[in-house]
Nanobody, 124 residues
Framework: QVQLVESGGGLVQAGGSLRLSCAAS????????MGWFRQPPGKEREFVAA????????YYGDSVKGRSTISRDNAKSTVYLQMNSLKPEDTAVYYC?????????????????WGQGTQVTVSS
């Protein structure tokens, strides 16, 4: 089992950048593929980005592709999401998630553990 805690959210102006962090504790981070999701106000949760177990492959949602970079440091048990050129529509609660085994739907679904989320607000 793994526990996930997100940090790094906040208020930023449009065009700015943020780096979100997801600190993992419990079982080693290398046992999990990791993903970031977000839930805008009044909308459903959506996929943002994922990185596989070794860090060799990354995946991005269309809404952040080209503006965001996901990375992981297994030695530090931390996953990062660097977001640049932020837009007001990026405003959401951002969640970190861990997936134990490959399954159909990866990297978009099937995550086993979730953090509590961190708020990102982008002002225009």
């Amino acid at each position: 089992q793994v526990q996930l805690v997100e940090s790094g959210g906040g208020l930023v102006q449009a065009g700015g950048s943020l780096r979100l962090s997801c600190a993992a504790s419990g079982r080693a981070l290398s046992n999990y593929a990791m993903g970031w999701f977000r839930q805008p106000p009044g909308k459903e949760r959506e996929f943002v980005a994922a990185v596989d177990w070794s860090g060799g492959n990354t995946y991005y949602g269309d809404s952040v592709k080209g503006r965001s970079t996901i990375s992981r440091d297994n030695a530090k048990s931390t996953v990062y999401l660097q977001m640049n050129s932020l837009k007001p529509e990026d405003t959401a609660v951002y969640y970190c998630a861990a997936k134990t085994y490959y399954s159909n739907g990866y990297p978009y679904t099937g995550y086993d553990y979730w953090g509590q989320g961190t708020q990102v607000t982008v002002s225009s």
